[in-house]
């Protein structure tokens, strides 16, 4: 069993249904031994080395920046929340390949994917189509793909708990981006589960985190690394 490969899977689903909470779990507690798991929150990287690099990472994903500026400019209204979603997704474009030069063996995170989301789109879009396009482009990036189902009712329920002392106003602003990724988040999941490229699992964000992470380990281990390394 090799410990040399790297492997990316990245979480999608609505906000609340505890895509950060399982994987979490899993890097926190190593349950994926002996392979080193990690997530962004775990590295310490110095913005001085990340600075230096950033320039030449740049140049290297210059054709995957401008998808990302083109997609906002063709298909998504001219909103500040855009532009903040937009230079997110940049800077995913840009991290990902810094957090490469760590070592470890198994990277989860909720990343590009989930941001799509949140996208303000113009009335004419066809979300299927545009959310097909992107996953197509980035495609490259994913070993698995981990979909978070949660229910309405639970999703608002995780809500009402999870930003305390926050003014009204910011969460009432929360609540319509939550909406709209909830609502979205379907729209992705038909994406997901049509396609053959990547491997993927659908888990129910309802269920004992425990329980999740122990599937997401079984299915990271037997349908991903273990059909990889037999290649």
């Given at each position: 069993m090799s410990v040399d490969r790297k492997y990316y899977i990245e979480f999608v689903g609505a906000h609340g249904a505890g895509k950060t909470y399982t994987y979490h779990?899993?890097?926190?507690?190593?349950?994926?031994k002996p392979y080193k798991s990690f997530f962004p929150g775990q590295v310490?990287?110095?913005?001085?080395?990340?600075a230096f690099n950033c320039p030449s990472i740049?140049?290297?994903?210059?054709?995957?920046i401008l998808f990302v500026i083109s997609f906002f400019y063709k298909y998504s209204k001219t909103k500040l929340l855009n532009f903040k979603v937009c230079r997110?997704?940049?800077?995913m474009i840009i991290l990902h390949t810094y957090y490469y030069r760590y070592d470890f063996n198994i990277f989860l995170k909720d990343d590009m994917l989930h941001m799509i989301q949140r996208i303000i789109f113009k009335n004419d879009v066809d979300v299927d189509e545009v959310?097909?396009?992107?996953?197509?482009?980035f495609s490259y990036l994913?070993?698995?793909?981990?979909?978070?189902?949660?229910?309405?009712?639970k999703m608002e329920e995780r809500f009402k708990k999870r930003f305390p002392g926050k003014s009204e106003n910011f969460k009432k602003s929360?609540?319509?981006?939550?909406?709209?990724?909830k609502k979205q988040s379907v729209n992705l999941r038909k994406i997901i589960t049509l396609q053959n490229?990547?491997?993927y699992l659908i888990v129910d964000g309802n269920d004992d985190v425990n329980k999740n992470a122990q599937k997401i380990i079984t299915f990271i281990k037997n349908e991903i690394i273990l059909k990889k390394e037999t290649c």
């Open positions: 779990e899993i890097t926190k507690k190593q349950l994926l310490n990287r110095p913005k001085l080395h990340f740049v140049l290297k994903n210059l054709k995957h997110v997704l940049i800077k959310f097909d396009q992107f996953f197509s482009h994913y070993d698995g793909l981990i979909f978070v189902d949660i229910s309405t009712k929360r609540k319509k981006i939550h909406e709209r990724v490229i990547v491997p």
